[in-house]
């Protein structure tokens, strides 16, 4: 020690993750890398990866990639950007109340959505038709991103919580960590899309369901709170990461309302068929010209679809719009 500081470094930090709470994961019990590393001077293993995603273009690109309403009037709606944000301070509220592994959970925060299309879940739809499954899904895309068209090389248990994020993908994240990223998105997609709804004039707080105003109290940061500490208290109760029961039920409950009132509202459904027939038009126009999909983000070894597909899918709303307007004109 000299002048005050105190050197810490990787090997004192995994050293300090013993601390943690059994569950919780160890960065030198990781699963590894695809290709194995030399051990960084500093940072753990998924505090290494915490920082590729951050420095990476498709999480740059959030911030312009819609959250749910597009392209909405005011500077206070939520981006693809801004959720992420939300969602990685959540996550690591819940880790650092329950011991976990912080680093890992903001890792996988960090880097949940940076597989998202344009214009939020519409662009989904849009794409689904162009894959051989049948639905085109952000969270394997978010994979694909990190570990083939920028090739960050991370650790299996980044991986796999950026896999399973959504709660429709099965298996479920293999980490308590993991778990952490899947309520920590349903959290904030539910608290400021409710915010964002009410902003936009669409929603009044007495819309919605008096089930989730008793629990949750009035739309806002109390919401959150309110639920980071549902978690929280089940989980020390029971040693397994979830919400009590009843709670997740009036979150479902309140979900399935955002669903009917906002997400699939006869408006919102007015701006989604337009963004779903843009996206079709670049994919069908890059399918007739693939020479104008730049090398900079391409997987040469993939078939000729999935290359389109990557490239529309990576493209910022404005961008998308844009290149839509310059190849077809301003319609609709």
């Keep these: ?72 009037d005011g500077d206070h709606f939520l981006t693809r950007l801004t ?45 689904s038709p162009y894959v051989t499954t049948g639905e085109w899904h952000h969270a394997a895309q978010s994979v694909r991103v990190l570990d083939t068209l920028e090739d960050l090389n991370l650790t299996w248990e980044v991986r796999d919580g950026i896999r399973a994020h959504s709660w429709k993908v099965e298996p ?6 993991g778990m952490t990223v899947r309520y920590g998105d349903r959290i904030a997609y539910l608290t400021h899309d409710a915010l964002d709804a009410m902003r936009a004039g669409v929603l009044a707080t007495t819309d919605f369901p008096p089930a ?22 089940n989980s020390l109760a029971t040693g397994e990461l979830a919400m009590d029961a009843p709670t997740l039920a009036v979150m479902n409950e309140l979900r399935d309302f955002m669903f009917e009132r906002v997400y699939m509202s006869a408006e919102q459904r007015r701006h989604n068929e337009a963004a779903e027939m843009l996206i079709r038009r670049l994919i069908d126009y890059h399918l007739e010209h693939p020479d104008e999909i730049p090398d900079s983000y391409r997987d040469t070894d993939a078939d000729l679809t999935t290359q389109v597909v990557d490239y529309v899918a990576g493209m910022t709303d404005r961008f998308a719009q844009q290149t839509h307007d310059r190849l077809f004109g301003l319609q609709a």
């Design 83 to 127: 959720h992420t944000l939300q969602v990685t301070q959540i996550s690591r509220a819940l880790a650092a109340a329950l011991s976990l592994n912080e680093a890992l959970a903001e890792a996988i925060a960090l880097g949940h959505d940076v597989g998202h299309s344009p214009f939020g879940h519409t662009g989904e739809t849009a794409l």
């Design 1 to 72: 020690m000299a002048d005050g500081f105190v050197r810490r470094d990787r090997v004192a930090r995994e050293a300090e993750e013993e601390r943690l709470a059994p569950a919780a994961s160890r960065s030198k019990n990781s699963r590894g890398r695809v290709r194995p590393e030399e051990a960084d001077e500093f940072r753990t293993a998924f505090e290494r990866d915490r920082d590729r995603i951050l420095h990476s273009k498709a999480f740059r690109r959030l911030k312009h990639k819609t959250q749910v309403f597009i392209n909405p």
């Design 172 to 177: 479920p994240p293999a980490t308590p960590e």
């Design 212 to 233: 989730a105003l008793q629990r949750f109290g009035e739309p806002g940061r109390l919401w959150i709170e309110e639920m980071i500490n549902a978690v929280i208290d």
